[in-house]
Antibody
Framework: EVQLVESGGGLIKPGGSLRLSCVVSGFTFTNAWMNWVRQAPGKGLEWVGRIKSKIDGGTTDYAAPVKGRFTLSRDDSKSTLYLQMNSLKTEDTAVYFC???????WGPGTLVTVSS | DVVMTQSPLSLPVTLGQPASISCRSSQSLVYSDGNIYLNWFHQRPGQSPRRLIYKVSNRDSWVPDRFSGSGSGTDFTLKISRVEAEDVGVYYCMQGTHWPSTFGGGTKVEIK
């Protein structure tokens, strides 16, 4: 069974940094392209970024609102995806989900609250 | 970016009655390989989204056959033949044909 579990969220002040993790199991993580998607409280879903598998170049792409502030990375030996978030803004407050390239399944997400 | 427009925003339905949600894209979702990467998701209150339909009309294994997806080009529809209580929540369409992937704004289904 494919499982994804996000962690690392919390309360952080504007301008601060946070690193989210997503541990996956049940499939070959090495070959997977992975995404982060976020959902602000009471709002819809927003794609944040994507990282390709290393064999496909390992390159990253980001949504415009987070480009230059967020960085995706992966540790294939640990089947873990990371999202380094810097210069956080109040509008980054959301539940952050990691998902595969097929957007199925979804983990429980981790809540990031940016507030002074 | 491709804009995904869902309607209606809110859909009150009677148990046992059909329901239909529309999703329109700002450009064709036909990929160079001939596939259309249009997904539908269901999110119950307080839960994570779950994929319901992929590539327009393919139901995921957990999805009852009262759900169906259809469409082509830029117009897509999710239909529920007979709404049950467990179907409440928000439904989202999402395109994966063009980078970046984009979601519709969601349609909230509630029981009258």
């Amino acid at each position: 069974e494919v499982q994804l579990v996000e962690s690392g969220g919390g309360l952080i002040k504007p301008g601060g940094s946070l690193r989210l993790s997503c541990v996956v199991s049940g499939f070959t993580f090495t070959n997977a392209w992975m995404n982060w998607v976020r959902q602000a409280p009471g709002k819809g879903l927003e794609w944040v970024g994507r990282i390709k598998s290393k064999i496909d170049g390992g390159t990253t792409d980001y949504a415009a609102p987070v480009k230059g502030r967020f960085t995706l990375s992966r540790d294939d030996s640990k089947s873990t995806l990371y999202l380094q978030m810097n210069s956080l803004k109040t509008e980054d407050t959301a539940v952050y989900f990691c998902v595969t390239e097929w957007f199925d399944p979804w983990g429980p997400g981790t809540l990031v609250t940016v507030s002074s | 970016d491709v804009v995904m427009t869902q309607s209606p925003l809110s859909l009150p339905v009677t148990l046992g009655q059909p329901a239909s949600i529309s999703c329109r894209s700002s450009q064709s979702l036909v990929y160079s390989d001939g596939n259309i990467y249009l997904n539908w998701f269901h999110q119950r209150p307080g839960q994570s989204p779950r994929r319901l339909i992929y590539k327009v009309s393919n139901r995921d294994s957990w999805v009852p056959d009262r759900f169906s997806g259809s469409g082509s080009g830029t117009d897509f529809t999710l239909k529920i033949s007979r709404v049950e209580a467990e179907d409440v929540g928000v439904y989202y369409c999402m395109q994966g044909t063009h980078w970046p992937s984009t979601f519709g704004g969601g349609t909230k289904v509630e029981i009258k």
